[in-house]
């Protein structure tokens, strides 16, 4: 069983209009560490990724790199360069090999004019994406460290989990490291609250997949209300 829950622009398509959509771009594939745009760049290119995963960052006023969202198929990169000529806040970079489709940013806009149901669509994901960002960024801010790593964990368990014995195994393999980037925080800090979770048995660990075993504590320590599942995602 899969727990993923997240909104899919592309998957919310007719065929007809996913065919539309496709025959507007150029497919290319792009290994892990290409960096599509980076921050500050002016906008020229929209993606569509297909297979693989990019993951969307900023560099802090310290020189640190916090992560704000990791993409997968069906995810359109660089939307926030639609319909505006502002700079990108964001830099986009292919962290598992990926197979892209590539859109002029103009044509794009043009589809998006012409076509209500692909409009419309787009809209409704993107307005999921901006609720999903907002409340990620206020459970860092209402719950601090700890509950930003937990409020990552869940989020990660939306989007990439999958029923296990234990509990719900996050199918994406992630280091103390990568989870530190997603809070703002340091590695030895994230070392120090994983080995804490796993000491009671909140977590485990299968071939360096995490598990979590125990979903209700760390929505607990959250709070967690009646949010819907699909604005808590990463």
């Known amino acids: ?28 594939k792009a290994k892990a560490d290409t960096i599509l745009f980076s921050e500050g760049d002016k906008p020229t290119f929209i993606y569509l990724v297909t297979t693989g995963n990019v993951r969307l960052s900023k560099m802090t006023s310290d020189g640190k790199e916090f992560s704000a969202k990791l993409c997968q198929a069906d995810d359109l990169v660089g939307e926030m360069a639609l319909f505006n000529n502002l700079v990108l806040t964001v830099t986009a970079t292919v962290v598992k090999d990926a197979e892209l489709v590539r859109f002029d940013a103009k044509v794009l806009e043009e589809v998006f004019k012409q076509n209500g149901e692909i409009a419309v669509a787009f809209m409704k994901w993107n307005a999921v994406h901006t609720q999903s960002i ?18 990552t964990l869940i989020r990660f368990s ?72 699909e604005i808590c995602t990463i």
Not at 134 to 149: A, V, W
């Open 1 to 28: 069983m899969n727990h993923t829950h997240q909104v899919r622009f592309f998957q919310q398509l007719t065929q007809e209009n996913q065919q539309l959509l496709l025959s507007k771009g150029s497919r290319l």
């Open 134 to 151: 907002q409340s990620k960024f206020r459970d860092l801010i209402l719950c601090g460290k700890k509950g930003g790593l937990y409020s």
């Open 158 to 229: 939306n989007s990439y989990g999958k029923s296990h014995k234990k509990g719900i195994l996050i199918n994406i393999q992630l280091t103390n490291q990568d989870l530190a980037t997603y809070i703002g925080t340091t590695r030895e800090g994230v070392n120090r609250m994983m080995v804490e979770l796993k000491k009671n048995n909140i977590i485990a660990y299968e071939n360096h997949f995490i598990i979590i075993q125990d979903m209700k504590f760390l929505k607990d320590f959250l709070q967690c209300g009646d949010c819907p599942v």
